[in-house]
């Protein structure tokens, strides 16, 4: 599988941004997806995950209510809406699919098994 990220770039807090990752193969809707992000010197957090069918989403706390992520199998994309951005938002933004989470690791990043490239979300102040 080979995730291609985008729509990332500068936005003013309170703004929004709409990411995009696309996945090539026939094998979307046997993954799990998720966005994780990374600023300079820290470790890559989770910031949420949706489940191979779509019925399930979980997400950082932090983003809950601001952040919506969902996928659309037939085009194999996933989105993520985020909404009321804040500084703290500021980060590179990564897709990623795993293919066999359970519900313990969704958060962790070692248990995904690909990632895009990533896109960088900068929100200003």
């Known amino acids: 599988v080979q995730l291609q990220a985008s729509g990332g770039g500068l936005v003013q807090a309170g703004g929004s941004l709409r990411l995009s990752c696309v996945a090539s193969g026939r094998t979307f809707s046997t993954y799990d997806m998720a966005w994780f992000r990374q600023v300079p010197g820290k470790e890559r957090e989770f910031v949420a995950t949706v489940r191979k069918s779509g019925g399930y989403t979980y997400y950082l706390d932090s983003v809950k209510g601001r952040f919506t992520i969902s996928r659309d199998n037939a085009k194999n994309t996933v989105l993520l809406q985020m909404n009321s951005l804040r500084p703290e938002d500021t980060a590179v933004y990564y897709c990623?699919?795993?293919?066999?989470?359970?519900?313990?690791?969704?958060?962790?990043?070692?248990?995904?098994?690909?990632w895009g490239q990533g896109t960088q979300v900068t929100v200003s102040s």
């Open positions: 990623a699919a795993g293919l066999r989470l359970i519900l313990s690791t969704i958060r962790d990043p070692r248990g995904y098994d690909y």
